[in-house]
């Protein structure tokens, strides 16, 4: 029989000190409980490969909510309970901690949400995606930080492979494909060779999949540090067009990708709309009912898209502050963002940036009450005034206070 390898010198070593005091004051409690304690999934999987992981995901063999209020009361923190999953979130000083009651499933149909019932810890990694995340820490007592790995994920962690745990894998749950390739890009892996063979025959299971279950992945996708690199090999491997067949990720993607993290992370809208950008106004409608993308990202698509046809205009040498404004004004920063990150044009870049950084924050110290003082009555003509003032504040043509009590005078006395 193989020694059962023991990490608790690395969790000693990776986890914050309340952390780790928290996770062996739930492993007293499940033991008095006489049920089994788990650390799982993730944590597992960078713990072994010395990379930070502060989400904690433990599984119970037992009633993961009953210990997570024991838990809560031990430590004076905050629980959370999801009774009918069986699930429970303890917040501590620290952060927050998740349990599980161990459980297995069976899928009625690809696609679908699988049938749960209660389990073994066995049965709780078995359901799992890929080996390297189908390994679990034993957290009881006398045998704290033993290594629990039934399907060899620490040899696929070491030989740098993701492989899934069954012939049938990506049948039940085609997000897989898409979690496959973003763990491999993320670590630097490879697609096990029978994997990579079940994700070719298995790719039109992706047609089971709902809008909001592969959105779900594309933003995970677009979380990482290199999404460009995810949506490349998901486009070599044909996954890519099936999640829609207009998306393409490419040169000109990966550069404007890289671009727009030069300034601070992008957000999710942002690459969003550099996804789409080079696309028609259907295509991007249909991407957005297609993925179920929320109102506001689905706005800065379509701005972008929109803002696109009219960037020419945005050419013309010496325009004026005030032009640039009234061009732009109404869009969402993060559609004028992703034109200016695509933007070809030097000049059309730099005016955009003017707009972002400085011209839409212009605002003239007099407003309407100002001019009301002055004798003016609300109306139309008095919202053309304002207009003009913030033009012209716009343009340099006033700057003070001073200046813009003046401009206003003199157009009430040419007015009258
Ligand atoms: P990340 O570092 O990306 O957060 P993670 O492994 O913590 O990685 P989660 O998405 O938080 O990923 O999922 C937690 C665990 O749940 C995974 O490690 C995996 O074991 C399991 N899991 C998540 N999604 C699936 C899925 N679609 N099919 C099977 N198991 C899954």
Redesign the pocket.
């Known amino acids: 029989m193989t020694m059962q390898k023991n990490l608790s010198l690395q969790l000693e070593r990776q986890l914050p000190r309340g952390s780790l005091q928290l996770i062996r004051t739930a492993g007293a409690l499940a033991a008095e409980r006489r049920c089994g304690l788990y650390l799982v999934?993730?944590a597992v999987?960078d713990i072994l490969l010395g990379r930070d992981?502060f989400?904690l995901?433990l599984v119970v063999e037992g009633d993961a909510p009953e210990l997570s209020r024991a838990l809560a009361q031990g430590i004076s923190g905050r629980v959370l309970v999801h009774q009918r999953f069986g699930t429970a979130k303890v917040k501590h000083d620290h952060g927050s901690i998740d349990l599980t009651t161990a459980r297995s499933e069976t899928y009625s149909r690809p696609g679908a949400l699988p049938t749960v019932s209660p389990g073994s810890i066995t049965d709780d990694l078995r359901?799992?995606?890929f080996t390297i995340?189908?390994m679990a820490m034993d957290l009881s007592p006398g045998r704290f930080g033993a290594l629990v790995d039934p399907f060899s994920g620490e040899a696929d962690l070491r030989r740098g492979l993701i492989s899934v745990l069954h012939d049938r894998s990506f049948v039940d749950?085609a997000?897989?494909m898409l979690?496959a390739v973003r763990y491999e890009q993320r670590f630097s892996f490879r697609l096990e060779e029978s994997t990579e063979a079940l994700l070719r025959r298995d790719l039109p299971m992706l047609a089971t999949i709902s809008g909001d279950r592969l959105r779900h992945e594309l933003e995970?996708i677009l979380k990482e540090d290199r999404p460009e690199d995810v949506l490349e090999r998901a486009q070599a491997l044909g996954l890519l067009e099936r999640v829609h067949p207009s998306l393409k990720a490419d040169g000109w993607l990966r550069d404007r990708y890289r671009l727009a993290r030069s300034a601070s992370p992008p957000s999710l809208p942002l690459y969003l709309a550099l996804l789409t950008y080079r696309l028609g106004a259907d295509e991007t409608e249909d991407i957005i009912a297609r993925l179920r993308i929320p109102g506001r990202a689905a706005a800065v698509m379509r701005d972008a898209c929109r803002l696109k046809a009219d960037l020419p205009s945005l050419e013309s040498p010496g325009l004026l502050p005030s032009v640039i404004h009234r061009l732009l004004r109404g869009r969402s920063p993060a559609s004028v963002l992703a034109a200016a990150v695509a933007a070809d044009s030097a000049a059309v870049r730099e005016r955009l940036e003017l707009y972002l950084n400085r011209l839409r924050y212009v605002k003239t110290s007099l407003n309407g009450e100002a001019l009301q003082q002055m004798g003016l009555s609300p109306g139309p003509q008095l919202g053309e005034m304002l207009g003009a003032l913030h033009e012209a504040k716009l343009d340099g043509r006033v700057k003070t206070r001073e200046d813009e009590a003046a401009f206003l005078r003199a157009r009430l006395t040419g007015n009258q």
């Open positions: 999934g993730g999987r992981n989400d995901d359901r799992r995606d995340n189908a749950d997000t897989r979690r995970l």
